[in-house]
């Protein structure tokens, strides 16, 4: 089924693509005529209609005067099913990245899907940039909303900041799943991975340009790349309209993340940890994967799979799903 959903979207996004050639070459010989966003913006409308279809709703919520945080939160929370908080990276805001996992998940528990500051419509005036702040904010703002206790689901930047979530707060976080995160690397572990990759991070991470775009998801993909036919004419509008926002402070986020502070005495999580990783990640290597495991002890266990890049959310998302359910529920509920 798995196969079969990432094999169609592959071929929509070819025929997509020569739709979107089409109007390009139209729009080109109407050059007077100011071009606007087309093709980003009716996509994300379309996965906030998977999001209100999986029973969720957007709401913001002002922490003080200076922060603002946005959430999808459920219509109406269902005290027979556990909660579970998404926790996004980069490459977009939380919608983009957990459209492969809303309907799913939203049968089981309910969710809490937040925008990290400076990503989507959160936003704060305050100078702090570290994952811990973020976190807090992410607490606050769960604690407004009436959760008392959570699970936690996080990927790649977004395992920085749930990581510190569950340290801060274990009488709240009950479980944590992370994937694919460069939690507790050593500075040293980043400098090298960074020459592997042989890219600025701050480049990488929040692309300029389409070429830009297309070596990150080459990236972070391994088995079906849906930007693979995407003409640039796309790839420029979801720069301009999803990842150039908040520009500079992404960029301080970025900064702060690769500095000392982050890989100094890494706390051991109370709760039990589940680690997912794709075998193919060429971002944070499996190896990162079973450093952390070591790091957690007894408490932690870390599954892998197959043929399977950084993206594995996006290119193995019922595996992912499927671990999650079956490490978070009861054992006897039906999955």
């Known amino acids: 089924m798995e196969s079969f959903r990432l094999r169609f ?4 996004s070819f025929h997509l693509s020569i739709i979107a050639k089409i109007f390009r070459w139209l729009f080109s010989s109407l050059p007077t005529i100011k071009r606007f966003p087309l093709f980003v913006p009716f996509i994300d409308a379309y996965i906030s209609l998977l999001f209100r279809f999986a029973n969720l709703s957007p709401c913001t919520l002002d922490l003080d005067d200076q922060t603002t945080i946005h959430f999808w939160a459920p219509n109406h929370r269902r005290y027979d099913k556990p909660n579970l908080v998404l926790v996004h990276g980069y490459g977009g805001d939380a919608k983009w990245q957990f459209m492969y996992q809303v309907k799913s998940l939203a049968e089981s528990f309910n969710l809490y899907i937040p925008d990290l500051l400076f990503f989507g419509k959160s936003y704060t005036t305050r100078k702090e940039r570290t994952e811990e702040f973020q976190a807090k904010c992410v607490v606050q703002g769960l604690k407004e909303l009436g959760v008392r206790n959570c ?23 009950e479980k944590v799943v992370i994937l694919s995160s460069g939690v507790g690397c050593s500075k040293d572990q980043k400098e090298e991975q960074l ?4 890219r600025d991070p701050v480049e990488l991470l929040i692309p300029e340009k389409p070429e830009d775009l297309h070596v990150l998801v080459n990236l972070s993909i391994y088995k079906y ?3 693979k036919w995407a003409p640039d004419y796309f790839l420029q509008e979801f720069i301009d309209m999803i990842s150039r926002t908040y520009l500079k402070e992404k960029q301080e986020l970025v900064h702060h993340l690769l500095s000392n502070h982050t890989d100094c005495r890494l706390p051991i999580l109370n709760q039990e940890t589940l680690l997912i990783w794709g075998d193919k990640d060429r ?5 990162f994967g079973y450093q952390l495991q070591r790091h957690l002890g007894p408490r932690a266990k870390l599954e ?5 890049g950084h993206a594995a959310n996006i290119e193995s998302p019922d595996s992912v799903n499927a671990l999650i359910k079956a490490f978070i529920l009861p054992q006897s509920k039906d999955l």
């Open 9 to 12: 979207h592959n071929f929509l």
């Open 151 to 173: 699970s936690m689901f996080a990927i790649s930047y977004g395992g920085f900041v749930g990581y510190r979530m569950a340290e801060m707060n274990p009488q709240m976080v």
């Open 195 to 198: 020459k592997k990759i042989g």
């Open 225 to 227: 790349n849906h930007f």
């Open 283 to 287: 971002v944070f290597p499996l190896m």
């Open 304 to 308: 892998i799979i197959k043929n399977t």
